[in-house]
């Protein structure tokens, strides 16, 4: 157990829709990573939060978004979803942003239909 | 820019066999290097890293070392178990604008066979 929690699990729903992905750092943990693993582009760097603020971008769409709250857990939007979004999607933490090592959890698994 | 590459698997090895994972990088300056393992419908778990060249990661009698000169960071271990079958990925941190990311390659499934 890595000690970064995310919810949901599992997440099934429609094209066109709306949906949140919640993420939970490690304790002391003040930087977050969400990552895309598809079949066809592996795993991926969406986005990096740091304290609050975001700190870098990587694969992201403009129809996907972030953001870090004060008590630190993160949450990823992903809107206008096209079936492409079917993916799991990874949150990793890591001590501050000169950490190199990162702690993943479990993974929420979208599939759009 | 910064790549990883992994050879494609799936690797299959009878139990007590000598593994071998090959992982080669492309990078600017000198990031650390990682083996992530993902067991079936988990997340990524940390196996190892090394930071700097020659440096060499083991961990449950896994090991790899960091070789500059080869630009290779190649998994290994002397006898796997059924309990080794899982997705092996290789990683490096790509720090740009003075933050981390990581670049995973494209990761190595390994069936262990009783």
């Known amino acids: 157990d890595s000690g970064v929690t995310q919810t949901p699990k599992h997440l099934i729903t429609a094209t066109g829709q709306r949906v949140t992905l919640r993420c939970s750092p490690r304790?002391?943990?003040?930087?977050v990573y969400w990552y895309q693993q598809s079949l066809d582009q592996g795993l991926q760097f969406l986005i990096q939060y740091y304290n609050g603020e975001e700190r870098a971008k990587g694969n992201i769409l403009e129809r996907f978004s972030a953001q870090q709250f004060p008590d630190l857990h993160s949450e990823l939007n992903l809107s206008s979803l096209e079936l492409g979004d079917s993916a799991l999607y990874f949150c990793?933490?890591?001590?501050?942003?000169?950490?190199?090592?990162?702690?993943f959890g479990p993974g929420t698994r979208l599939t759009v239909l | 820019g910064n790549s990883v590459t992994q050879m494609e698997g799936p690797v299959t090895l009878s139990e007590e066999a000598f593994l071998t994972i090959n992982c080669t990088y492309t990078a600017t300056g000198y990031p650390s290097l990682f083996w992530y393992v993902q067991y079936p419908g988990e997340g990524l778990q940390l196996l190892l890293k090394a930071t700097k060249a020659d440096d060499k990661g083991s961990n449950k009698g896994f090991e790899a070392t960091y070789r500059k000169e080869t630009t290779s960071f190649h998994l290994e271990k002397g006898s796997v178990q059924v309990s080794d079958s899982a997705v092996y990925f290789c990683?490096?941190?790509?720090?740009?604008?003075?933050?981390?990311?990581?670049?995973f390659g494209t990761g190595t499934r390994l069936k262990v066979l009783a």
């Open positions: 304790s002391g943990d003040l930087s």
């Open positions: 990683a490096l941190s790509d720090r740009t604008s003075g933050t981390y990311k990581y670049i």
């Open positions: 990793a933490s890591s001590l501050d942003s000169l950490t190199d090592t990162q702690y």
